[in-house]
């Protein structure tokens, strides 16, 4: 038997302990050396930004196969004590682990206790099965329907357990995910990954009393969620993590909101070099009134915000809570409503044509789906968006459409942009996914660049990309600002670039503008507004 | 478990290098059975040229992401259509293709259009919908040929004087009429000058569109839609456009092919034209989701020459015919290949 937790706090043996655990993808490690022990009772949760390493670590715990197929992972799981190794959800549920997964895994077409009770169903044998072997068997219905109606009275669901599960209300969904985790006998941990995400407030609420009530019965609870509110009212402990690495375990009774929400998203890396003062008021380059945009995810609910020119907006705020999809939504890239100007005049949203026509630029949060033709050259990757928009790099032809690619200009743009960008490359004609992404980012960067923009939208512009990058794309994006006087609206979840480079950062919160901040206010007011906290303070 | 092959051998495409060993395995038993080996190849670069432009017609479908279109005989009845229509007016010569090929042409885009837009509402699902499609046609269009009110007594049956023949010969019309312009002899080859240039011409016509602003922006929709999105292309226009050109391309392909085969063959005659054409663009090297000009050459190439080898030489070297046998086993098994290759 293992002698107690590593944590503070950790009494009592630990039902399930993680030890120095680790995983590469493709050369990249998302998590690195993690331990962490949840002993019986505990209501432990799990915090960090999205890309800090929750839901591998899960997918480890849970034996999927995605785990497997990519090299597998190294540490060590212990329940009870002892050594496991999943190689299947099976596996890991027949140990005593449940999962209520983010995204709904049941099937729609099937009733409430067919979801509870699949693949566990009580059955009776029959002459059939006999001879043929037990998938023969036939359904005791009446046993399923007790066990999903007294799995469904513990969480408190009072619905009828015969009904199928397409139709149902999402929160309803949810519970009946819980239910179904609830019903299976000897279960020792039970995994929440971001199960609030979908709920109502009371909702919520009584997911919680039912988290605790697990807790009661000597389940090990592990809470994955970026809700600090959730955390404090219910968590016992807290591992933070950040960049696949435990930054700290705390007691969420005792540590402020801010301290966490910092521990999260990491502390500015100093005083900030090379502010200066724009004029005061300055004249507005975009007013965006009451923003609305259906990003999954990431859902802007009302955003009213002016945008001053020549300047560098930040916005900032946890995962989930919309910072993204503002600049999707200006874009068009996701269904927006409201109201935009540019230059004072009225802007439309959802046609994403007219935003390039009319001298926005947006280099995407999601480099790999949106902001890159993998498969295609460096040269043509850095020149299509202006190929298409403004037909430049083009030889003349009477028919606009038929005009021939000018191969000599697509070449001199290309290695300019290389030389100005400090692209890592064996050339313009390599193909763009053989790029590192640090390098794959300067492309989608140069792209954006030769659009010759008058407002650019960079969205997570160091994620996933090595220290040195980092430090080569913020300077190319200051000097964008400084001396091509392109205004930028800069989306990140790294508070630290925020405030080193911006002039001021909006900080989004459940999708609206929580407040909007100087780059040297204080780190508390940061953490506060980040938490949605700002009335409050 | 995989194996591991030597980088070349995988750059080239191990089916192309089985292929290809079978075809130089061909003609050494065609040398040492005393066979004509100029009568061999006159006939391989007769069929070069003749099935070119039906395999060229497939590349834009698959950098359009319309998979390989399996609907191409929707382009080759407009083609027929254009054929029947300048037959029926007796127009000869050069001036007949031409005809023909203009209203075929003119066919073709609107019928492309229609195609396009139905794809687009059966995304993910292009080929299957292509296949029956086609399909659906085919058998539509035979009851259209009996009842088309043509009367030219040289193209309706005989007998009764309604309905259009099954095939309907060239001669004396526009038969070879392409194939023997500037035609000449090498060393006992002969060269179809005219049909070769044209499928030649073609190619690097399509080779030329792929580098204009609407056929780059054609091939960055297919590669990616959310990319393109973002840069403003709607990808729904994309692959319509690449449907009409596969469509015209059809057309055109089956004009020459008619001239050159010295005949108009109707009814159930386009049914499975697709599929030597798609076998064709597979061995030359292409997938699903990729395709080159280089792909439809060396592709034609290859099955073609297959094709006319196999039937004289298996007949000099074992009683029968196992050459059809052979056709049927490379051109399926080539497609399934590539099927099994999809999304890879």
């Known amino acids: 038997m293992d002698p107690g937790g590593s944590g503070p706090g950790g009494g009592g043996a630990p039902v399930l302990e993680l030890r120095d655990i680790g995983k590469e993808y493709e050369g ?46 190294t540490g060590e799981i212990l329940l009870d004590g002892r050594p496991v190794r999943f190689r299947s959800p099976g596996e890991a549920i027949a140990a005593g682990i449940g999962m209520v997964h983010q ?42 329907r007790e066990d999903a109606r007294r799995a469904l009275d513990r969480v408190g669901l009072g619905i009828d357990e015969w009904l199928p599960v397409a139709g149902l209300p999402v ?165 927006a409503s409201g109201r935009v100007a540019l230059d004072g005049r009225e802007f439309p949203l959802n046609r994403p044509r007219e935003a390039l026509e009319r001298g926005l630029a947006f280099v995407s949060e999601d480099r790999r789906g949106v902001g890159l033709l993998g498969e295609e050259s460096v040269e043509l990757n850095i020149a299509l968006s202006a190929l298409e928009a403004q037909g430049r790099f083009l030889r003349p032809f009477p028919v606009p459409a038929l005009r021939p690619l000018d191969p000599r200009a697509l070449r001199a743009h290309a290695d300019a942009m290389i030389r100005d960008l400090d692209i890592r490359t064996t050339g313009p004609a390599q193909q763009v996914r053989r790029l590192s992404g640090g390098n794959q980012q300067k492309v989608c960067l140069a792209r954006a660049m030769t659009l010759r923009p008058k407002l650019l939208f960079v969205s997570e512009p160091t994620r996933g990309i090595d220290v040195g990058a980092k430090a080569r794309v913020l300077e190319i994006l200051t000097r964008l600002n400084r001396e091509e006087g392109v205004t930028l609206v800069l989306t990140s979840s790294e508070l630290a670039e925020l405030r080193a480079l911006c002039d001021r950062v909006a900080i989004i919160y459940r999708g609206r503008v929580e407040t909007i901040l100087p780059p040297d206010a204080p780190d508390a007011a940061f953490g506060l507004a980040m938490a949605g906290e700002e009335q409050a303070a | ?144 040929w009996l ?47 005219g049909a070769l240039l044209a499928f030649l011409g073609l190619c690097f016509l399509v080779w030329l569109f792929f580098r204009t602003r609407m056929g780059i922006t054609i091939a960055a929709a297919r590669s990616n839609p959310r990319f393109a999105l973002a840069a403003g292309i709607s990808d729904e226009r994309t692959r319509i456009q690449a449907s009409v050109l596969t469509t015209v391309l059809g057309a055109v392909g089956i004009v020459v092919y008619s001239q050159s085969f010295g005949f108009v063959q109707l009814y159930t005659a386009p049914l499975l034209m697709a599929f030597p054409a798609i076998a064709c663009i597979l061995i030359g090297g292409a997938t699903v989701t990729r395709a080159t000009i280089a792909h439809v050459i060396i592709g034609t190439l290859l099955f073609q020459s297959i094709l006319t080898t196999a039937l004289p030489v298996t007949s000099q070297v074992i009683e029968g015919d196992i050459s059809e046998t052979a056709r049927l086993i490379i051109q399926n098994g080539m497609i399934l290949y590539a099927l099994t290759r999809f999304g890879k």
């Open chain 1, 28 to 73: 990249v490690r998302v998590v690195k050396g993690v331990s962490l022990a949840i002993p019986a009772g505990e209501i432990h949760a799990l915090l960090g930004e999205n890309g800090a390493g929750k839901s591998t670590l899960m997918n480890i715990l849970f034996g999927m196969p995605v785990i497997q197929e990519t090299g597998g992972y």
């Open chain 1, 103 to 144: 995204e709904f895994m049941l099937l729609p077409g099937f009733r409430i206790a067919e979801n509870i009770k699949l693949n566990r169903e009580p059955s009776r044998r029959n002459l059939l099965s006999r001879v043929l072997g037990s998938g023969l068997e036939r359904l005791d219905v009446r046993r399923m």
């Open chain 1, 171 to 335: 929160g309803h969904m949810q519970f009946v995910e819980i239910a179904r985790e609830v019903d299976k006998e000897q279960l020792r941990a039970l995994i929440f990954d971001e199960p609030t995400a979908v709920l109502t407030e009371t909702e919520a609420e009584r997911l919680l009393e039912t988290m605790r009530a697990f807790a009661r019965s000597g389940v090990a609870v592990l809470f994955i969620t970026h809700r600090l509110e959730e955390v404090r009212a219910i968590a016992d402990r807290a591992t933070v993590l950040r960049d696949g690495e435990v930054v700290g375990v705390v007691d969420p009774k005792t540590t402020s909101v801010v301290r966490i929400a910092e521990m999260m998203v990491g502390r500015p890396a100093g005083p900030t070099a090379g502010r200066r003062q724009l004029p005061a008021g300055g004249e507005a380059a975009m007013t965006i009134e009451h923003l609305r945009v259906d990003m999954p995810g990431e859902p802007v609910l009302d955003v009213s915000l002016v945008v001053r020119r020549g300047e560098i907006l930040g916005i900032g705020g946890l995962a989930g809570q919309g910072k993204i999809g503002i600049a999707n939504g200006v874009m068009g890239l996701y269904p």
């Open chain 2, 1 to 144: 478990m995989t194996i591991r092959l030597p980088a070349a051998v995988r750059e080239f495409g191990l089916p192309r290098i089985l292929i290809a060993a079978f075809l130089v395995a061909l003609f050494a038993v065609a040398i040492a059975t005393h066979m004509s080996f100029a009568i061999l190849l006159t006939d391989c670069i007769a069929r070069v040229a003749r099935n070119g432009i039906l395999v060229l017609a497939l590349l834009p479908a698959i950098q359009g992401g319309l998979g390989l279109n399996f609907g191409l005989p929707i382009g080759i009845i407009c083609g027929l259509i254009g054929c029947v229509i300048s037959l029926n007016f007796g127009v000869h010569g050069v001036a007949g293709v031409a005809l023909a090929m203009g209203v075929g042409v003119a066919l073709a885009v609107p019928v492309g259009a229609a195609y396009g837009w139905l794809l687009n509402r059966t995304r993910g699902q292009e080929m299957m919908v292509g296949t029956y499609l086609g399909f659906a046609l085919v058998s539509g269009m035979s009851i259209f």
């Open chain 2, 147 to 193: 009842l088309a009110p043509f009367r030219n007594p040289t193209l309706v049956w005989a007998i009764g004087g309604k309905g259009l023949r099954t095939t309907l010969a060239l001669t004396g019309i526009y038969d070879r009429v392409l194939d023997r312009w500037l035609q000449f002899d090498v060393a006992g080859v002969t060269i179809p000058t």
